[in-house]
């Protein structure tokens, strides 16, 4: 293993790898550790990045999460710029681990990461293929002797929604949060992609929220972990569609971009934007961990694919 991860480390163009198990099918990407294309008997559940409308499938979102006010942070008297979402999702990783279903990606910090973001790190995303779908895991391993890390979490995966246009559309499809007991869920107001001062009340029935345009007129729908910790979505027409468990995570964001884009995202965050009125102080972020010399941490999701 050891011999391999040498090789792995020393490779710098991107690569795209394939993972299968069963009629289960997921492509990657090294270049931001992505997954590129999610596939059952050939139907693609994993929005396929159109440039004109969204460019990504599933980035990762690291070391921060949302955005920061004024894109810049401080910490110990510096000043850093550090743009939404974070760099890891620019990065090229290495392969470290690979087999018929399972991939492990890992990013390491550099002398470019260190000048906007001063702690050492070790970042692996861990994609295993399961009989229904897909577990994802991060681990975040600080390395540095005498530092505290300092870091947010997340994810960014889009589905095709509609799956198949050619019979349905964006309104064919419901969200379910998984109890019929749940009536409304208590969702953070977005202010220039920052986390406004009020919360607005999302209205439920019995659990369960149809899709509509409207819903996403002032950004993501984003809302606190606890109160349900997985939903599912899926075609009223056909029954196919997707679920994810997100119950290692403190919030999840709920988002589409515009009217008829063509998919959903579903993001599961240990990290929130700031607040419009943050101090700019990275360890008085709202949602920031950190891990002690030599500490690591996994959180992860699965999803459920149904066909």
Known sequence: MKKRYELSCSMTATQ????KKGPIEARFSSLGAECTGLRVRGLEYLWQANPSIW?????????????????????????????????ARDREFSVI????????????S???????????????IVYQLTDTGMRVAYRVSNPDPNRDLWY???AHPGFNCPLEPEIEGFEDYGLDFGSSALDSLSVYTLKNGLIGSKREVLSLQEGKLDLRWELFQNDALIF??????????????????????????RWLGIWTKQQDAGFLCLEPWNGIADAYDHDGLLQNKRGVDVLSPGEQREVGFSLTLFD
């Open 224 to 249: 606190d972990v606890g109160p349900t910790t997985s939903v599912s979505v899926r075609s009223q027409k056909t029954g196919k569609g997707y679920a994810m468990d997100f119950g290692e995570f």
């Open 55 to 87: 460019g990504r499938h599933a980035p990762i979102l690291f070391p921060i999460v949302g955005r920061l006010r004024e894109d810049r942070y401080r910490y110990q008297g510096k000043t850093y710029p550090l743009s939404q979402h974070g760099f």
């Open 97 to 108: 681990e690979q087999s018929k279903d399972r991939l492990v990606f890992l990013l390491e």
């Open 16 to 19: 795209s790898l394939l993972l």
């Open 152 to 154: 947010s979490i997340g």
């Open 110 to 124: 550099d002398d470019k990461s260190l000048s906007i973001y001063p702690f050492a790190f070790a970042l692996q």
